[in-house]
Protein backbone atom coordinates (compact mmCIF):
# COMPACT_ATOMS: atom_id res chain seq x y z
CA UNK A 1 0.00 0.00 0.00
CA UNK A 2 1.41 3.49 -0.69
CA UNK A 3 -0.03 7.26 -0.14
CA UNK A 4 1.23 8.56 -3.17
CA UNK A 5 -0.54 9.94 -5.79
CA UNK A 6 1.77 8.36 -8.40
CA UNK A 7 0.13 6.04 -10.72
CA UNK A 8 2.14 4.54 -13.68
CA UNK A 9 0.75 1.89 -15.49
CA UNK A 10 2.44 -0.83 -18.24
CA UNK A 11 0.27 -2.03 -20.81
CA UNK A 12 1.64 -4.93 -22.59
CA UNK A 13 -0.49 -6.55 -25.96
CA UNK A 14 -0.50 -10.38 -25.69
CA UNK A 15 0.38 -10.45 -29.80
CA UNK A 16 3.88 -11.69 -29.70
CA UNK A 17 6.54 -12.60 -27.23
CA UNK A 18 7.89 -9.25 -25.23
CA UNK A 19 11.40 -8.11 -26.96
CA UNK A 20 14.02 -5.97 -25.14
CA UNK A 21 12.60 -3.03 -26.82
CA UNK A 22 9.41 -3.63 -24.60
CA UNK A 23 11.40 -4.64 -21.38
CA UNK A 24 13.02 -1.26 -21.12
CA UNK A 25 10.34 0.97 -21.74
CA UNK A 26 8.28 -1.40 -19.32
CA UNK A 27 11.25 -1.17 -16.61
CA UNK A 28 10.86 2.76 -17.43
CA UNK A 29 7.39 2.76 -16.13
CA UNK A 30 8.87 0.30 -12.99
CA UNK A 31 11.55 2.79 -12.16
CA UNK A 32 9.69 6.31 -12.21
CA UNK A 33 6.62 5.08 -10.51
CA UNK A 34 9.35 3.19 -7.85
CA UNK A 35 11.01 6.65 -7.36
CA UNK A 36 7.40 8.07 -6.49
CA UNK A 37 6.52 5.24 -4.25
CA UNK A 38 3.48 4.62 -6.20
CA UNK A 39 1.56 2.52 -7.21
CA UNK A 40 1.86 0.42 -10.67
CA UNK A 41 -0.77 -1.05 -12.98
CA UNK A 42 -0.54 -4.13 -15.49
CA UNK A 43 -3.08 -3.71 -17.91
CA UNK A 44 -3.70 -6.34 -20.54
CA UNK A 45 -4.37 -4.67 -23.87
CA UNK A 46 -5.79 -8.15 -24.94
CA UNK A 47 -8.60 -5.38 -27.29
CA UNK A 48 -8.35 -7.42 -30.72
CA UNK A 49 -9.52 -10.72 -30.79
CA UNK A 50 -7.81 -11.16 -33.60
CA UNK A 51 -4.14 -10.82 -33.00
CA UNK A 52 -4.13 -11.23 -29.06
CA UNK A 53 -3.69 -15.19 -27.71
CA UNK A 54 -3.89 -16.07 -24.25
CA UNK A 55 -0.60 -17.79 -24.34
CA UNK A 56 1.20 -14.56 -24.71
CA UNK A 57 -0.66 -13.09 -21.74
CA UNK A 58 0.81 -15.60 -19.48
CA UNK A 59 4.05 -15.03 -21.16
CA UNK A 60 4.60 -11.30 -20.91
CA UNK A 61 3.43 -11.73 -16.64
CA UNK A 62 6.03 -14.53 -16.33
CA UNK A 63 8.91 -12.86 -18.12
CA UNK A 64 8.38 -9.26 -16.16
CA UNK A 65 8.29 -10.83 -13.37
CA UNK A 66 11.80 -12.75 -14.10
CA UNK A 67 13.04 -9.16 -15.22
CA UNK A 68 12.05 -7.66 -12.13
CA UNK A 69 9.25 -5.99 -12.34
CA UNK A 70 6.34 -5.33 -9.82
CA UNK A 71 2.76 -4.23 -10.18
CA UNK A 72 0.27 -3.71 -7.59
CA UNK A 73 -2.31 -4.33 -9.63
CA UNK A 74 -3.06 -6.38 -12.87
CA UNK A 75 -5.14 -8.98 -14.11
CA UNK A 76 -3.52 -11.89 -12.02
CA UNK A 77 -3.07 -9.61 -8.65
CA UNK A 78 -6.96 -7.81 -8.99
CA UNK A 79 -7.05 -3.88 -7.46
CA UNK A 80 -10.02 -1.80 -6.88
CA UNK A 81 -9.97 -0.73 -10.72
CA UNK A 82 -10.44 -4.22 -12.35
CA UNK A 83 -10.95 -6.13 -14.69
CA UNK A 84 -7.33 -5.20 -15.71
CA UNK A 85 -8.16 -6.91 -19.24
CA UNK A 86 -9.35 -4.78 -21.98
CA UNK A 87 -11.77 -7.61 -23.32
CA UNK A 88 -13.63 -6.88 -20.36
CA UNK A 89 -14.15 -3.33 -20.39
CA UNK A 90 -16.02 -2.64 -23.33
CA UNK A 91 -19.33 -1.22 -21.23
CA UNK A 92 -16.59 1.11 -20.37
CA UNK A 93 -15.43 1.94 -24.00
CA UNK A 94 -19.24 1.89 -25.25
CA UNK A 95 -20.41 4.59 -23.04
CA UNK A 96 -17.33 6.55 -23.83
CA UNK A 97 -18.90 5.96 -27.44
CA UNK A 98 -22.50 7.06 -26.84
CA UNK A 99 -21.27 10.05 -25.23
CA UNK A 100 -19.01 10.71 -28.20
CA UNK A 101 -21.84 10.05 -30.73
CA UNK A 102 -23.94 12.45 -28.86
CA UNK A 103 -21.89 15.58 -29.18
CA UNK A 104 -21.03 14.80 -32.93
CA UNK A 105 -17.86 14.46 -32.15
CA UNK A 106 -17.55 11.31 -34.31
CA UNK A 107 -18.82 10.14 -37.46
CA UNK A 108 -19.91 6.77 -39.01
CA UNK A 109 -17.71 6.07 -41.63
CA UNK A 110 -18.80 3.74 -44.47
CA UNK A 111 -15.66 3.68 -46.53
CA UNK A 112 -14.97 0.29 -47.69
CA UNK A 113 -11.23 -1.29 -47.31
CA UNK A 114 -10.94 -0.87 -50.76
CA UNK A 115 -11.31 3.09 -50.44
CA UNK A 116 -9.22 2.63 -47.38
CA UNK A 117 -6.73 1.03 -49.28
CA UNK A 118 -6.41 4.02 -52.02
CA UNK A 119 -5.72 6.49 -49.60
CA UNK A 120 -3.12 3.91 -47.69
CA UNK A 121 -1.28 4.54 -50.89
CA UNK A 122 -1.06 8.27 -51.06
CA UNK A 123 2.63 9.17 -50.28
CA UNK A 124 4.31 8.98 -46.61
CA UNK A 125 1.22 7.63 -45.30
CA UNK A 126 1.57 4.02 -43.38
CA UNK A 127 0.07 0.96 -44.25
CA UNK A 128 -1.63 0.08 -41.29
CA UNK A 129 -4.52 0.67 -41.94
CA UNK A 130 -7.60 -0.35 -39.34
CA UNK A 131 -5.57 -3.14 -38.12
CA UNK A 132 -2.31 -1.53 -36.42
CA UNK A 133 -2.56 -0.28 -33.26
CA UNK A 134 -3.65 3.30 -34.81
CA UNK A 135 -0.74 4.87 -34.43
CA UNK A 136 0.40 3.96 -37.48
CA UNK A 137 -3.12 5.13 -39.57
CA UNK A 138 -3.63 6.85 -42.77
CA UNK A 139 -4.23 9.89 -43.02
CA UNK A 140 -7.95 9.89 -43.85
CA UNK A 141 -9.61 12.82 -46.40
CA UNK A 142 -12.79 13.11 -44.53
CA UNK A 143 -14.93 11.68 -47.41
CA UNK A 144 -17.81 10.59 -44.28
CA UNK A 145 -17.51 13.68 -42.29
CA UNK A 146 -20.48 15.14 -43.83
CA UNK A 147 -22.62 12.22 -45.12
CA UNK A 148 -24.43 11.66 -42.05
CA UNK A 149 -25.30 8.13 -42.02
CA UNK A 150 -28.43 8.80 -39.97
CA UNK A 151 -29.14 5.37 -39.59
CA UNK A 152 -25.94 4.68 -37.91
CA UNK A 153 -26.39 8.05 -35.29
CA UNK A 154 -29.94 6.46 -34.47
CA UNK A 155 -28.01 3.12 -33.13
CA UNK A 156 -27.45 2.31 -29.83
CA UNK A 157 -24.59 -0.12 -30.88
CA UNK A 158 -21.84 1.16 -32.48
CA UNK A 159 -20.95 -2.07 -34.71
CA UNK A 160 -21.45 -2.53 -38.03
CA UNK A 161 -19.56 0.98 -38.69
CA UNK A 162 -15.80 2.14 -38.77
CA UNK A 163 -16.50 5.44 -35.95
CA UNK A 164 -13.92 8.34 -37.10
CA UNK A 165 -13.59 10.81 -34.50
CA UNK A 166 -13.30 14.58 -35.85
CA UNK A 167 -10.46 16.22 -35.29
CA UNK A 168 -10.11 20.06 -35.50
CA UNK A 169 -8.09 20.77 -38.73
CA UNK A 170 -5.21 23.16 -38.92
CA UNK A 171 -5.18 22.83 -34.53
CA UNK A 172 -1.98 22.53 -33.10
CA UNK A 173 -1.97 19.93 -30.23
CA UNK A 174 1.18 21.30 -28.08
CA UNK A 175 2.06 19.00 -24.80
CA UNK A 176 5.29 18.96 -22.82
CA UNK A 177 6.35 15.49 -22.61
CA UNK A 178 8.66 14.41 -19.27
CA UNK A 179 11.87 12.86 -21.51
CA UNK A 180 11.58 14.20 -24.81
CA UNK A 181 10.85 17.87 -23.91
CA UNK A 182 7.63 20.19 -25.79
CA UNK A 183 5.95 18.35 -28.98
CA UNK A 184 3.75 19.61 -31.62
CA UNK A 185 1.21 17.97 -33.76
CA UNK A 186 -1.25 19.50 -36.29
CA UNK A 187 -4.53 17.42 -36.60
CA UNK A 188 -5.33 16.97 -40.25
CA UNK A 189 -1.46 17.68 -41.01
CA UNK A 190 -0.12 15.08 -38.80
CA UNK A 191 -3.00 12.52 -38.51
CA UNK A 192 -6.48 13.03 -39.66
CA UNK A 193 -9.80 11.55 -38.43
CA UNK A 194 -8.66 8.18 -36.69
CA UNK A 195 -10.79 5.50 -36.29
CA UNK A 196 -12.16 4.80 -32.61
CA UNK A 197 -14.14 1.83 -33.11
CA UNK A 198 -13.93 -0.80 -35.94
CA UNK A 199 -16.40 -1.58 -37.96
CA UNK A 200 -15.61 -5.07 -36.73
CA UNK A 201 -16.62 -4.15 -33.46
CA UNK A 202 -13.82 -4.38 -32.31
CA UNK A 203 -12.89 -0.30 -29.91
CA UNK A 204 -9.76 1.15 -30.65
CA UNK A 205 -6.74 1.65 -29.25
CA UNK A 206 -7.47 5.18 -29.25
CA UNK A 207 -10.55 5.03 -27.25
CA UNK A 208 -9.60 2.18 -24.66
CA UNK A 209 -6.15 3.82 -23.91
CA UNK A 210 -8.02 7.11 -23.15
CA UNK A 211 -10.54 5.57 -21.21
CA UNK A 212 -8.99 3.23 -19.42
CA UNK A 213 -6.01 5.72 -18.23
CA UNK A 214 -8.89 7.73 -16.96
CA UNK A 215 -11.08 5.44 -15.61
CA UNK A 216 -7.79 3.61 -13.36
CA UNK A 217 -6.59 7.02 -12.47
CA UNK A 218 -3.47 7.03 -13.91
CA UNK A 219 -1.08 9.85 -13.33
CA UNK A 220 1.81 9.24 -16.03
CA UNK A 221 1.85 7.73 -19.02
CA UNK A 222 5.22 5.71 -19.40
CA UNK A 223 5.49 4.32 -23.32
CA UNK A 224 7.77 4.06 -26.66
CA UNK A 225 8.49 7.21 -28.63
CA UNK A 226 6.38 5.58 -31.73
CA UNK A 227 3.53 6.78 -29.34
CA UNK A 228 4.18 10.28 -29.85
CA UNK A 229 1.36 10.81 -32.49
CA UNK A 230 -1.08 8.89 -31.10
CA UNK A 231 -1.03 11.11 -27.34
CA UNK A 232 -1.65 13.92 -29.80
CA UNK A 233 -4.99 12.13 -30.79
CA UNK A 234 -5.48 11.24 -27.44
CA UNK A 235 -5.45 14.89 -25.75
CA UNK A 236 -7.92 15.60 -28.49
CA UNK A 237 -9.80 12.45 -27.48
CA UNK A 238 -9.69 13.28 -23.68
CA UNK A 239 -10.64 16.58 -24.08
CA UNK A 240 -13.93 15.59 -26.23
CA UNK A 241 -14.55 13.45 -22.99
CA UNK A 242 -14.09 16.38 -20.66
CA UNK A 243 -11.32 14.28 -18.77
CA UNK A 244 -8.18 15.73 -17.52
CA UNK A 245 -5.05 13.84 -19.21
CA UNK A 246 -2.14 12.35 -17.55
CA UNK A 247 1.45 13.51 -17.54
CA UNK A 248 3.52 11.77 -20.73
CA UNK A 249 6.66 10.08 -20.77
CA UNK A 250 7.96 8.88 -24.20
CA UNK A 251 11.02 6.51 -24.02
CA UNK A 252 13.69 6.38 -26.61
CA UNK A 253 13.23 2.95 -28.70
CA UNK A 254 15.98 0.51 -28.89
CA UNK A 255 17.27 0.16 -32.32
CA UNK A 256 19.02 -2.50 -34.42
CA UNK A 257 22.20 -2.40 -35.87
CA UNK A 258 20.59 -0.38 -38.93
CA UNK A 259 18.81 2.10 -36.66
CA UNK A 260 15.74 0.31 -37.35
CA UNK A 261 13.04 0.18 -34.10
CA UNK A 262 12.88 -3.68 -32.97
CA UNK A 263 10.14 -5.23 -33.68
CA UNK A 264 8.28 -8.68 -32.49
CA UNK A 265 9.87 -10.15 -35.00
CA UNK A 266 13.11 -10.09 -33.76
CA UNK A 267 13.05 -13.27 -31.87
CA UNK A 268 16.40 -13.64 -30.73
CA UNK A 269 15.76 -10.49 -28.51
CA UNK A 270 12.78 -12.07 -27.19
CA UNK A 271 12.97 -11.58 -23.24
CA UNK A 272 12.23 -15.96 -23.77
CA UNK A 273 15.34 -16.73 -25.52
CA UNK A 274 17.64 -14.40 -23.45
CA UNK A 275 16.76 -16.38 -20.97
CA UNK A 276 16.58 -19.72 -22.06
CA UNK A 277 20.52 -18.79 -23.62
CA UNK A 278 21.23 -18.29 -19.84
CA UNK A 279 21.27 -14.55 -19.82
CA UNK A 280 19.92 -13.50 -16.06
CA UNK A 281 17.72 -9.88 -15.49
CA UNK A 282 20.73 -7.91 -14.65
CA UNK A 283 22.71 -9.19 -17.95
CA UNK A 284 19.33 -8.05 -19.91
CA UNK A 285 18.92 -4.66 -18.19
CA UNK A 286 22.92 -4.63 -18.88
CA UNK A 287 22.11 -5.07 -22.71
CA UNK A 288 20.06 -2.36 -23.41
CA UNK A 289 21.92 0.23 -21.56
CA UNK A 290 24.38 -0.60 -24.34
CA UNK A 291 21.60 -1.05 -27.15
CA UNK A 292 21.41 1.88 -29.00
CA UNK A 293 18.34 3.59 -28.98
CA UNK A 294 16.75 6.59 -30.77
CA UNK A 295 13.60 8.80 -30.45
CA UNK A 296 12.25 9.50 -34.24
CA UNK A 297 8.71 10.79 -34.41
CA UNK A 298 6.91 8.39 -36.20
N1 LIG B 1 -0.43 -1.84 -25.87
C1 LIG B 1 0.52 -0.96 -26.46
C2 LIG B 1 1.75 -1.76 -26.87
O1 LIG B 1 1.93 -2.88 -26.46
C3 LIG B 1 0.96 0.12 -25.52
C4 LIG B 1 0.01 1.23 -25.53
C5 LIG B 1 0.25 2.32 -24.50
O2 LIG B 1 1.18 2.22 -23.68
O3 LIG B 1 -0.55 3.26 -24.51
O4 LIG B 1 2.51 -1.26 -27.66
Not at 186 to 198: K, Q
Not at 260 to 289: C, T, Y
Request: hydrophobic share 35%.
Amino acid sequence: MTNSPYRGRIAPSPTGLLHLGHARTFWNAFERARQSSGTLVLRNEDLDPERSRAEFATAFLEDLRWLGIEWQEGPDVGGPFAPYAQSERRDFYLSAWRRLRDTGAIYACICSRKDLAQIAQAPHEGVGGLQGDGNDEPLYPGTCRERGVEHALAANDPRGFNWRFRVPDGRVISFHDGKQSEQRFTAGVDFGDFVLWRRDDVPAYQLAAVVDDDAMRITEVVRGCDLLRSTARQLLLAEALGIAPPAYYHCDLVTDARGERLAKRHDALSLRSLRAAGHSPADVRKMWETESSACRKP
